[in-house]
């Protein structure tokens, strides 16, 4: 007899099914063995079994079908089902990350499955999912072994603050997991937060003072050339004429190239200084709160946020004429030092432990 298995919904109960697939859950799929076979040759094996209506010992028949006992619960069997069928008879189903992804990822493993394996590996690499639950993704591709998703889901996971609140799927994941993936974090936000004590990459990237001029300010009230001269005198000053007004109630820092009307007032300190030349102090700010969020997310999002802010907080001190400029200067440093941070935790490795039963 059949114990309390009960019948699976359409198309699983097809008149012209020839055997059955029992979940683990006891849910009895009525199948065509054709459609499986050509999805699958292990599942080709697992189905070729003697041709007999006749119960025995170990083997059982439900209305006049053999049955076979599969390890998968109902939910997969449904999904990898549905994958196998063809679309006249199952659509493909959508495969939402969530916990119950790996026994699929482990299931079209188990039967060379390829195509829905793909699939899984795609879900688990679709940039909203990763960017809304990347730690859930991390945990899901980790117990799945999918090893590039894996790495992926840890980049994304860079966009959250270092230490993470509960999150969905934590279950999944080793206390050892989490802490390779913590210590990643860490070494990528360190990586990053070191390149603002040497700004050379700045300078090489510029070449001159004058190329970045716009970040400077010398610290005292009247333009000065003695360490910038070099090829500058032609630029300076050229659309500086009408940039005189404002210079005697507030300390102007003229700066190099065209920014001689600039009102903002320098940096008081040595930090952030490029060419041997003192920064202008909504730039220094810009720097240390940049990086200082970089530590904890060292990633793409976090420069493109406080570039954003930055230009807001200038444009709001009206000076006549970083408030207008203030976009295109950053645009260009945003590019740069998106750059930098991205070759920065390219170079951490997540240190993964992998059993030798692994084969990803
Ligand atoms: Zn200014």
Known sequence: MTGDSAYAAAPFDHGKADIILR???NIDFRVIKLFLSLASSSLETLLHIPQSTEASNDREIKDGLAVIRMQENNKTLDTLLRFCYPCTLAE???LKVA?????????SRKY?????????HRALSNHETLKAEPLRCFAIARRGRAHKETLLAAKYKLTQPLIPSWFQGIG????TDLLALLTYHQ????TVYALKNDLSWIESHHRSSKACAWFSSENRPNPRSSETSKGEKGKRGKKGEKGERGKKEKVVYASESDDSRCQCIGSTTAKYRLFGSQSRE??????????????DKPCRTTVESFVAKTVQSVRAQGCPNCSFNIANYMRDFSKLLTRKVEEGVSKIDLNLVYSTSSTV
Not at 187 to 190: L, M, N
Request: net charge negative; hydrophobic share 40%; aromatic share 8%.
């Open 23 to 25: 979940s683990s859950d």
């Open 92 to 94: 493909d189903p959508k």
């Open 99 to 107: 916990e119950d992804l790996v026994e699929v990822l482990e299931a």
């Open 112 to 120: 060379s499955l390829d195509t829905i394996e793909r699939k899984v």
């Open 172 to 175: 999944l994941i080793t206390a």
């Open 187 to 190: 070494k990528c936000g360190d």
């Open 282 to 295: 909504w730039w220094e700010d810009f720097m240390e709160v940049t990086f200082l969020g970089l530590r």
